[in-house]
DNA sequence: TGGGCTAATATGTCTGCACATAATAACCGC
DNA sequence: GCGGTTATTATGTGCAGACATATTAGCCCA
């Protein structure tokens, strides 16, 4: 019931525009002067929901040529990363966790030169399993590169699982995500008490501080996880 | 090699900062009218650099309270949702579909609830293979509400799928979407040329025009799919 | 005709100022 | 003390004007 002011209003009337065809896809919109002086208000207004929109991948600006409606229209969806114990906590569960194993080891080629790492090297492999009100929730395999531990591992992982005390202690620059599906292994299988071959949803993610690698971490769900997001 | 100027200059330095410990998590950063004066500009161009990281979620901002470093850095990660055809063309392979069935049906209570509609309307139900070099890529169930369509279904569905038609036509102002992980149906493992019991990635996505739904979609990707992203 | 230089133009960003808004801190009367 | 009102404060957003920059279109000359 609310109608919005400023920018926002500005940018849900272009958005309208939009969706009713006013403004075609591919066509050019009106300048950003042209389009304050029909709104009444100053450019920078303006100029300020047009990016928001262009963010959103609803237009396409470019200097000189104008902006105009995206053709191909990508929307782009912002998905929140959380820490594991934050997601189950969210859910109203009881979070915890056990560390399965805990190795220095080579890791296997794939996983070296994902990292950029020359093959040989040796890295910290951790293997956790996290429970939701003492349910298995999440299994994950971590590679954790020592170099980027100024003073080796925590003393105590009661509270904190290793990912969350990463993230607090090593800040990453620059990150690599990807989601797929996969059947669980046997050994995943028993870790997360589902049948062996279960649809699993794998999540795959790395990290790096500037040049240096941290992590590799391979993320397997319980069956029934769902990642939701909004556009 | 490019120093970034303005804004993006103190973004970096804020997040340099924030790497290096000099404000941990959770610490109050200074005020805006602060950090103008010490980088020497304006405070709007300060409130764009603060702006952006919160929206990374970076920072958090309140009125009066101040910018504090986030305590849990929940990463943003923007993923682009592309229209298949785009999705296979952009992987350099051939794009083609089949309409495996067209029919009008009163779906099951589940899609109607999820779709805010009564029980017992009656909705399109489609059915299509998507195809990667001929070889079968995604498999998609799709309920679409007839009262969005101005004028049916388009005349010719070679070139374009029923989505990336869709998109074009009906613009959605709201979207829901959800990644999970499945076995396949024996239908589907039909479908997609896999062994039943294979794990899928599932996409669905709701979407609705305003307060009219327009569509719920169930996308089965063959294995070896990937959702790809960074942050 | 074609290639390269130049001018025009739309967006990108900055400044300095103003007022709005939300949330805390201070205050005051009981 | 305690509860409720008020003042203060940091961010959110707005304005008008200016300059920067990328990119296009047109021009000129070989």
Chains 1, 2 share one sequence.
């Not at 019931?1 to 403004?23: C, T, Y």
């Not at 971590?142 to 003393?155: H, I, Q, T, Y």
């Amino acid at each position: 019931m609310s109608a919005p002011q400023g920018w926002e209003a500005i940018r849900a009337e272009v958005l309208r525009r939009i969706d009713s065809r006013v403004w075609a896809p591919g066509a050019l919109i009106p300048t950003e002067e042209d389009l304050a002086a029909e709104f009444g208000c100053a450019r920078a207004t303006v100029n300020r929901a047009l990016r928001e929109l262009a963010l959103a991948g609803v237009l396409e600006r470019r200097r000189k040529a104008g902006t105009r409606v995206a053709t191909h229209p990508v929307r782009k969806a912002t998905l929140d990363i959380p820490v594991t114990r934050l997601e189950v906590v969210g859910r109203g569960q009881v979070y915890s966790f056990r560390l399965l194993a805990q190795t220095k080891a080579v890791p296997p080629l794939a996983v070296a030169s994902r990292l950029g790492l020359a093959p040989g090297a040796t890295l910290l492999h951790l293997r956790t399993l996290h429970f939701a009100d003492a349910k298995p929730f999440l299994y994950e395999d971590r590679w954790l590169n020592p170099a980027v531990l100024p003073e080796g591992l925590p003393p105590d992982l009661a509270e904190m699982s290793i990912n969350e005390w990463l993230v607090k202690t090593v800040a990453y620059t620059y990150g690599d995500i990807s989601f797929s599906a996969a059947n669980a292994s046997p050994d995943e299988a028993a870790y997360l008490d589902v049948a062996p071959g279960a649809a699993l949803f794998i999540t795959e993610r790395t990290t790096w501080a500037g040049e240096a690698p941290i992590t590799l971490v391979r993320l397997a769900y319980g069956p029934g996880y769902r990642l939701h997001t909004q556009v």
